[in-house]
């Protein structure tokens, strides 16, 4: 199962390369900081919006900061501008481009098969109401949510174009409730969890899909793609 991982993963040597970063940018954001994570307010510094300048940069290529940095910050700052404050599902989202990055479950949706028809196969087939295929159905939850968000392209191409990305989220959260159900009483915080990025399946999709356009897609590092982004974020401030 899919757990939130990068948030007590983060190490020291992490939040250090990000404050350099900062500083890099601004030297003064960069003091102030530095003073925020002495006092221990970390969650303040990634939300800043030093931090995410730092790590988007100015529309240039992404900032030499670990993976789950360059996911997780984004990601936070785009659910929040949608209303989500929740870390712990800002932590789910960013965990599923880190966790999926090495994954081989892509050979068969970049075919253009529907991945939804076999991970509901491989859900249905384990013992009901079980642990097991609770589990089973969140990691399906997540490798829908995943796919939709990081390569809605390639599930376009499994079916009616937009409308199979849609499909996809969907089943996320069919998945995430059905999760949450079947572990409220063995593991109330992973359902509780589960039910929260069900009902927020909608804003989740969203912020990996504007975190992925720094990452992933057609030339994202070409210098058209980066004036682009460099022009909309001028516009978005």
Same mark, same amino acid.
């Given at each position: 199962? %899919?757990?939130?991982? *990068?948030h007590?993963?983060l190490?020291?040597?992490?939040?250090?390369?990000? /404050?350099?970063? %900062?500083?890099?940018?601004?030297?003064?954001?960069?003091?102030? &900081?530095?003073?925020?994570?002495?006092?221990g307010?970390?969650?303040?510094?990634l939300d800043?919006?030093?931090?995410?300048e730092a /790590?988007?940069?100015?529309?240039?290529?992404?900032a030499?900061?670990?993976?789950t940095?360059? $996911?997780?910050?984004?990601i936070?700052?785009?659910l929040?501008?949608r209303?989500v404050?929740d %870390?712990?599902?800002?932590d789910?989202?960013?965990?599923?481009?880190?966790v999926?990055?090495?994954?081989h479950s892509?050979?068969?949706?970049?075919?253009g098969?529907?991945?939804?028809?076999?991970? $509901?196969r491989? /859900?249905?087939?384990?013992?009901q109401?079980?642990?097991?295929?609770a589990?089973?159905?969140a990691?399906? &939850?997540?490798?829908?949510?995943w $796919?939709?968000?990081?390569?809605?392209e $390639?599930v376009?191409r499994g079916?009616e174009?937009?409308?199979?990305?849609?499909?996809?989220v969907?089943?996320?959260?069919?998945?995430?409730?059905?999760?949450?159900?079947?572990?409220?009483?063995s593991?109330?915080e992973?359902?509780?969890?589960?039910s929260?990025a069900?009902?927020?399946?909608?804003?989740l999709?969203? &912020?990996? *899909?504007e975190?992925?356009?720094?990452? *992933?897609?057609?030339?994202?590092?070409?210098?058209?793609?980066?004036l682009?982004?460099?022009?909309?974020?001028l516009?978005?401030?």
């Amino acid at each position: 199962m %899919i757990r939130p991982i *990068i948030h007590r993963q983060l190490t020291r040597g992490d939040l250090a390369c990000l /404050v350099d970063e %900062i500083a890099r940018m601004d030297v003064s954001e960069g003091r102030e &900081a530095d003073e925020a994570l002495q006092a221990g307010a970390v969650d303040t510094v990634l939300d800043s919006p030093a931090a995410l300048e730092a /790590v988007l940069g100015r529309g240039g290529a992404p900032a030499p900061l670990p993976l789950t940095l360059l $996911w997780y910050i984004p990601i936070r700052a785009q659910l929040r501008t949608r209303g989500v404050t929740d %870390i712990l599902l800002a932590d789910y989202a960013a965990t599923l481009p880190v966790v999926f990055a090495t994954s081989h479950s892509q050979r068969a949706v970049a075919q253009g098969e529907n991945g939804m028809t076999e991970w $509901w196969r491989y /859900v249905a087939a384990l013992p009901q109401g079980t642990v097991a295929q609770a589990e089973a159905a969140a990691d399906a &939850a997540a490798l829908a949510l995943w $796919w939709a968000g990081c390569f809605p392209e $390639w599930v376009e191409r499994g079916g009616e174009g937009r409308g199979m990305v849609r499909a996809y989220v969907t089943f996320a959260g069919r998945m995430l409730a059905l999760a949450a159900d079947l572990l409220e009483v063995s593991a109330p915080e992973e359902a509780s969890l589960c039910s929260r990025a069900a009902e927020a399946r909608t804003e989740l999709h969203a &912020a990996l *899909i504007e975190a992925r356009v720094d990452y *992933i897609g057609e030339d994202p590092h070409s210098s058209e793609s980066r004036l682009n982004r460099f022009l909309r974020r001028l516009a978005e401030n």
